[in-house]
């Protein structure tokens, strides 16, 4: 079954840090990737996604992420962390056999030390 | 364009109450999905529409009705609302070959 696992529930940085979030998915056909934030009572904003090509895809606010296809991984950086980004990240994905349909991961929330 | 729009914003039902939640989108979009989100589990998808007349169950349909007459409404109705279905609701389209969704604001509704 197609699934999107992020294995870290919370995770807590200090502004100016690095961050990386993880996310691994499972999908037997070519997987699309996207990586969306939601601040708190809002909306899904799309940071960026991946289709095909270039394995580096960058993204808004200064994020980043990798398409690892050995380690079946798509994971978020940032090499400085503001306060701003403290939210909660989704990763979710699909493939090309599988209509429209998108796979959500359960959320990582950061919150980011002053 | 105003893209998805969704109304209410906020919605109190008592148990038992039916109600329907609209989406409408300005895109020309023929793909439409509804997802309910919950507090440490993601997304889920409920049901979908890959165009006018045609919709499928997604992930967690029990509960929900779905229709789709135009390309632009995807509304989706509860028909006997139950505290288990308090959740905040996203509905989305896109265009086919594209993989990329569009979500409206949200809906967020409580059952009590």
């Known amino acids: 079954a197609q699934s999107v696992t992020q294995p870290d529930i919370h995770i807590t940085v200090s502004e100016g840090a690095s961050l990386e979030l993880r996310c691994n998915y499972s999908?037997?056909?070519?997987?699309?990737l996207f990586w969306y934030v939601q601040s708190p009572g809002q909306g899904l904003q799309l940071l960026l996604k991946?289709?095909?090509?270039?394995?580096l895809v960058q993204g808004i606010k200064g994020f980043e992420a990798e398409f690892k296809r050995s380690q079946s991984s798509f994971n978020l950086r940032k090499p400085s962390v503001h306060w701003s980004d403290a939210a909660e990240y989704f990763c979710?994905?699909?493939?090309?056999?599988?209509?429209?349909?998108?796979?959500f991961g359960t959320g990582t929330q950061l919150k980011v030390e002053l | 364009n105003a893209g998805v729009t969704q109304t209410p914003k906020f919605q109190v039902l008592k148990t038992g109450q039916s109600m329907t939640l609209q989406c409408a989108q300005d895109?020309?979009?023929?793909?439409m999905s509804w997802y309910r989100q919950d507090p440490g589990m993601g997304l889920r998808l409920i049901h979908y529409?890959?165009?006018?007349?045609?919709?499928d169950q997604g992930e967690v349909p029990n509960g929900y009705n779905v229709s789709r007459s135009t390309t632009e409404d995807f509304p989706l109705r509860l028909l006997s609302a139950a505290p288990s279905q308090t959740s905040v609701y996203f509905c989305?389209?896109?265009?086919?070959?594209?993989?990329?969704?569009?979500f409206g604001p949200g809906t967020r509704l409580t059952v009590t």
């Open positions: 991946y289709f095909s090509g270039d394995t």
């Open positions: 989305a389209s896109t265009y086919a070959g594209s993989y990329e969704q569009y």
């Open positions: 529409s890959v165009g006018a007349g045609i919709t």
């Open positions: 895109m020309n979009h023929e793909y």
């Open positions: 979710a994905g699909g493939s090309t056999g599988g209509g429209n349909k998108l796979t």
């Open positions: 999908y037997g056909a070519t997987p699309y």
